[in-house]
């Protein structure tokens, strides 16, 4: 589509700014990570490390899509792409961004996170609460299932689908039911860390998105504890969005070539980054 249908006014959550706390922000003065009420610095030594990124390649990316999720799956991207009225999940071709085949998500519903998981992918959808399941070669889809809460981010580990839903609570689901089978809430030195949003497994931890902010976290999927700050912030000057819903998001991992791939929303670049303690 030549133009973008804006998105409802979603996650505008419970009291305005991001409940992510002080000791973040004191480890780096210009991240919006505060919370309303006072808390005292997490100790030197138990502060979060920062890690900065090397681009290695640009490839370019579809500024119209309104991106939800992204991951690799065998041999090219796949992208679920929020749109209010029509929603869907596309693969891409990495070299050029070209759009190689579509699915359709019912109008009334919103595209949200993507998984891949054994032949299918999986994707969520915003506040309706149904899983919509794929072929990933024809992206037919051929079935559904529910699941609890709204659906933000959704990965997966090998053995669950992971889920987040904007609050620090992450769910660990059954794949081929979407039961939860247990749950971890995330935190930041010491402190519950919401608005997480796109989530990508990579090497045995979760890498997620934070709703408005550039950076990512990457967190301890047995107790929920952000291990590392990873620093977007140089793409989100190069990318010098003016509409401010154009955020971070979508983190992708091609395991078997060790390749990391992040976009955002509207944003006209993929990158593919090398984290700096790799």
């Given amino acids: 589509m030549s133009f973008r249908t804006p998105p409802p006014p979603r996650r505008l959550l419970r009291t305005?700014?991001?409940a992510i706390?002080?000791?973040?922000a004191m480890l780096v003065p210009s991240m919006a990570f505060a919370q309303a009420r006072p808390a005292a610095a997490a100790p030197a030594a138990t502060r979060v490390p920062m890690t900065g990124v090397t681009v290695v390649a640009r490839y370019p990316h579809d500024a119209t899509a309104f991106t939800e999720g992204l991951i690799w799956h065998d041999g090219?991207?796949?992208e679920s792409v929020g749109r209010e009225g029509q929603s869907d999940v596309r693969r891409v071709r990495l070299a050029d961004g070209k759009v190689e085949r579509r699915g359709t998500i019912p109008p009334a519903q919103f595209g949200e996170g993507l998984a891949a998981w054994r032949n299918e992918l999986v994707s969520l959808t915003w506040h309706d609460g149904i899983a919509h399941r794929w072929d990933p070669k024809t992206?037919?889809?051929?079935?559904?299932s529910r699941y609890v809460s709204e659906g933000w981010g959704l990965t997966g580990d090998g053995r669950a689908l992971i889920q987040s839903d904007g609050?620090?609570?992450l769910r660990f689901l059954d794949p081929a039911t979407l039961k939860v089978r247990r749950q971890v809430s995330v935190t930041l030195n010491g402190r519950p860390l919401d608005q997480i949003n796109e989530l990508e497994w990579v090497d045995g931890a979760i890498l997620?998105?934070?709703?408005?902010?550039?950076f990512l976290v990457r967190i301890d999927p047995a107790s929920g504890r952000v291990t590392r700050i990873i620093d977007l912030r140089?793409?989100?000057a190069e990318i010098a969005a003016t509409d401010p819903e154009a955020v971070a998001n979508g983190i992708a991992y091609d395991a078997?070539?060790?390749?990391?791939?992040?976009?955002?929303?509207?944003?006209?670049t993929v990158f593919e980054i090398r984290l700096s303690d790799r």
């Avoid at 992206?139 to 559904?144: A, P, T, V």
């Avoid at 070539?257 to 944003?267: A, I």
């Fill in 139 to 144: 992206l037919k889809r051929h079935g559904q």
């Fill in 76 to 78: 090219a991207l796949y």
């Fill in 21 to 24: 706390f002080l000791a973040a």
């Fill in 234 to 236: 140089p793409l989100v």
């Fill in 16 to 18: 305005g700014a991001p």
């Fill in 256 to 268: 078997a070539k060790k390749r990391l791939f992040v976009t955002g929303k509207l944003w006209p």
């Fill in 208 to 214: 997620a998105n934070i709703w408005h902010q550039p």
């Fill in 167 to 169: 609050t620090a609570t």
